[in-house]
């Protein structure tokens, strides 16, 4: 049996363990939905509630949901790879692991599977890095990969005034 999600914080964790015991299991995707509904308890249980009908009986829509709340989307895992420390009990490899496991899901939920890709989505970083917030506060930025695999950013600006600004530096 699985046991109730206690740590919101790691949803995807918890959602891989659920699936694969799901799977293990035999159990066809539309019972997961009020399966792991009964494992969800506080915050994650709220989230839950706040789901339409529909939405409640849609794994997908459940897991969706759940992973932006916790902050495990890829603008999440970007932000815990970028922030990430050495913690006081922590030995050196198991943080090299850790931040190269949110290293490798920022880059496998922003959908980047070529070297081209992996180099444009770090000179972005940088970019945006390099930019103050006056700028970013009135841009969009949105990352995509195209139908030939290559990925690009669009940038929506919607400046008030001085619509003809470029980036600034910081």
Not at 62 to 81: A, E, P, Q, T, W
Not at 140 to 164: A, L, M, Q, W
Request: charged residues 30%.
């Amino acid at each position: 049996m699985i046991p109730v999600l206690s740590d919101p914080s790691q949803v995807d964790l918890y959602l891989e363990r659920f699936e694969r015991h799901a799977a293990a299991f035999g159990w066809h995707e539309s019972e997961w939905a009020p399966c792991l509904a009964n494992l969800l308890q506080d915050e994650a249980l709220s989230v839950f509630l706040s789901l339409s009908p529909t939405e409640s009986a849609d794994y997908q829509s459940i897991k969706r949901v759940l992973l932006r709340r916790f902050n495990c989307d890829r603008n999440g895992f970007r932000s815990k790879f970028l922030a990430v420390k050495l913690q006081a009990d922590e030995d050196f490899g198991t943080f090299i692991n850790r931040s190269k496991q949110y290293f490798d899901r920022w880059i496998e939920l922003s959908a980047v599977s070529t070297l081209e890709g992996l180099s444009y989505l770090i000179c972005l970083e940088n970019a945006l890095q390099a930019c103050d917030e006056d700028f970013l506060g009135a841009s969009c930025f949105h990352f995509y990969i195209d139908r030939s695999g290559t990925s690009k950013v669009e940038e929506r600006r919607h400046y008030r005034e001085n619509p003809d600004k470029h980036v600034h530096r910081k």
